[in-house]
């Protein structure tokens, strides 16, 4: 009488085994993965060809945000981007930066129409 609640006990752990797995497979099936890296930038490389105009300069630290040499707020970086006119904008982040603080000031700076990126240093 032994050999039989052994060998029920057995089959009732592998059938819940295979209960997880099905689960496990049903969920990673069934989610929806969202794409990273949809920001508007590219990495400098050297050797470009310019278009003539001088690039602007976009310097992020962990309390301030300069563009050129005037130092804006990220609340006023749309502003200060569209009176550039379009162009080239070379972003560069300081050591201390984290990487939210550096996306939240690239999604601000996209919603500014014939602005180019350009992520430099980091």
Do not use: H, Y
């Amino acid at each position: 009488m032994v050999r039989p609640a052994l060998r029920r006990r057995r089959l009732s752990l592998t059938s819940l085994i295979d209960v997880i797995f099905l689960l496990l497979l049903f969920f990673m099936l069934s989610s929806t993965f969202t794409r990273f890296g949809d920001l508007p930038f590219i990495a400098a490389t050297a050797g470009a060809a310019g278009s003539g105009a001088p690039p602007a300069f976009l310097r992020i630290t962990a309390d301030a945000i300069t563009l050129n040499v005037a130092e804006i707020t990220l609340a006023g970086l749309p502003a200060a981007m569209t009176a550039l006119d379009g162009g080239l904008v070379l972003v560069a982040p300081a050591a201390d930066v984290t990487a939210q603080r550096l996306v939240d000031v690239l999604v601000v700076a996209q919603t500014v129409p014939g602005i180019s990126l350009r992520l430099i240093g980091g």
